[in-house]
């Protein structure tokens, strides 16, 4: 019986192994500039997390199973309530503000699609302890200097920025109050998924006495910042304020240089139920796809786990959207798994030797693979090309004669000799490649 992967997961095959790498690493060398730290946490946790902190929306979409003691769990479809419950754990002991990353794989049982799949791979960064707009401004500037350094430009994504409060008192100007607001804003942020007579169904069924659909999509259509900012500041107090925290958020974003990928949408409102202030998502300027990133303030998350209220902002942004946005593209890195050195053996009784020689290459860090084939030096060096490898280093006659070995700049085709006491006292020296010494990961030894 033939068995493939479940709808929805995938498979990484070396090379793709390579391009995910590719992502990860830019992740954090991203993270690591802005001074984020690195944390993680467990691929389940308590279903009740999820209930008490997510909303219906993500809720549904968990996959949930019992232990044989009955006990509800969930495999994490989102990090934040597991950041959240480790933040609110050791909330008087860690210094602010905290700004954490992680790229945990999490599942959320949705139905496959282009940039959305079952199992998935998510970028956090987060600040807490801050009620600064500049937390908000930072974790904003750390998603648009990822897509820059993937090398997309300003013109083809847009980081669509808004302010629950705004939206809140659109709503509530059209008598669409406080309780029926979490439902109206799971609907809007569903908008683009459901299509636009879908939507109007569904919307009309609930709010059509209050605020017919063409007409939330007019109000919802106003991208002129200041304006909306003005309607808040007149509609009281909660208004004043967000109308504020946007003009200073707005302010932060220049300053930071990233200005000019983000925009003001009043119809960014997320659909999780924890975001209290900003929201943002980012998306392709063109192309069809859903949000390549989203995220928002959530000040009230910690308190909700009965612990000290420790105030948040941060974003999610998903592997499978980001790398099917560069594949449209045709931007996608040609990443392939790549040797430093490849020992090749001019004549069978040398292979010992070229046994010694690599082991002495791999314990200085470099990756050096050899043939499992004894042929001819013509088809190792075939060999070595197919394994993309940067250097042959060939072992022959001379390595009695003279005690030199050659090599061969696979590059440029330029061979030369090189002394075999060299190459095994300092190979990295003498070879010239190879990354950081591994393990090399400012992690110091225990005495
Ligand atoms: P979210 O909007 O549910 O927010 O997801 C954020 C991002 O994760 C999406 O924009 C997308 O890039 C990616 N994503 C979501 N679902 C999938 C899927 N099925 N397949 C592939 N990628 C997906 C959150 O998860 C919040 N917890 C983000 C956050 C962090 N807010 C504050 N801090």
């Not at 939330?216 to 808040?232: G, S």
């Not at 053996?345 to 082991?359: E, G, H, K, S």
């Not at 090599?407 to 020296?429: C, F, M, N, Y």
């Amino acid at each position: 019986m033939k068995i493939q992967s479940p709808p929805g997961m995938r498979d990484f095959y070396p090379d793709q192994m390579c391009v995910q790498n590719w992502l990860f690493d830019l992740w954090r060398s991203v993270s690591r500039s802005y001074g984020f730290q690195e944390y993680e946490g467990p691929i389940f946790e308590y279903l009740d997390l999820y209930r008490l902190k997510s909303g219906e929306g993500i809720v549904s979409e968990v996959f949930a199973f019992q232990d044989r003691g009955g006990r509800e769990f969930a495999i994490r479809p989102e990090m934040t309530p597991t950041l959240a419950r480790m933040v609110a754990a050791r909330a008087n002991a860690l210094p602010r503000p905290i700004k954490w990353f992680s790229i945990p794989r999490m599942c959320r049982a949705e139905k496959p699609q282009r940039g959305r799949l079952r199992e998935f791979f998510q970028w956090n960064a987060d600040v807490l302890g801050s009620e600064d707009a500049l937390a908000d401004a930072e974790v904003i500037a750390v998603a648009v200097e990822f897509f820059r350094r993937a090398g997309l430009r300003d013109e083809e994504f847009v980081v669509r920025v808004n302010h629950r409060e705004l939206a809140a008192e659109v709503l509530a100007a059209h008598g669409i109050d406080t309780e029926r607001q979490q439902a109206a804003f799971q609907l809007i942020d569903r908008a683009d998924r459901l299509g636009e007579l879908e939507f109007a169904r569904q919307w009309n069924e609930s709010f059509a006495a209050s605020l017919p659909a063409d007409s939330l999509r007019a109000l919802l259509a106003d991208d002129d910042l200041e304006r909306c900012c003005a309607h808040a500041q007149r509609a009281g107090q909660a208004g004043a304020a967000a109308a504020q925290a946007l003009r200073q958020l707005w302010e932060r974003l220049e300053q930071l240089g990233v200005r000019p990928a983000c925009a003001f949408d009043l119809s960014i409102v997320r659909g999780l139920a924890y975001y209290t202030g900003t929201v943002f998502e980012a998306h392709m300027r063109q192309g069809g796809l859903r949000a390549l990133a989203g995220g928002g303030r959530y000040d009230n998350l910690t308190g909700l786990l009965d612990g000290p209220r420790v105030p948040g902002v941060g974003f999610g942004m998903g592997d499978a959207p980001v790398l099917e946005a560069l594949r449209q593209l045709g931007r996608l890195p040609q990443a392939s798994e790549q040797l430093d050195v490849f020992v090749i053996d001019a004549d069978a009784n040398l292979f010992p030797r070229a046994l010694t020689i690599t082991q002495h290459l791999r314990r200085a860090g470099l990756a050096a693979d050899y043939s499992y084939r004894r042929a001819t030096i013509g088809k190792q060096l075939k060999e070595a090309a197919g394994r993309r490898a940067r250097f042959a280093l060939i072992i022959g006659e001379e390595l009695d004669q003279r005690g030199e070995l050659g090599l061969k700049d696979l590059e440029t085709g330029a061979q030369r000799a090189v002394r075999l006491d060299t190459i095994t006292s300092d190979p990295r020296a003498v070879i010239g490649v190879g990354g950081p010494m591994p393990g090399n990961t400012g992690v110091s030894p225990v005495a």
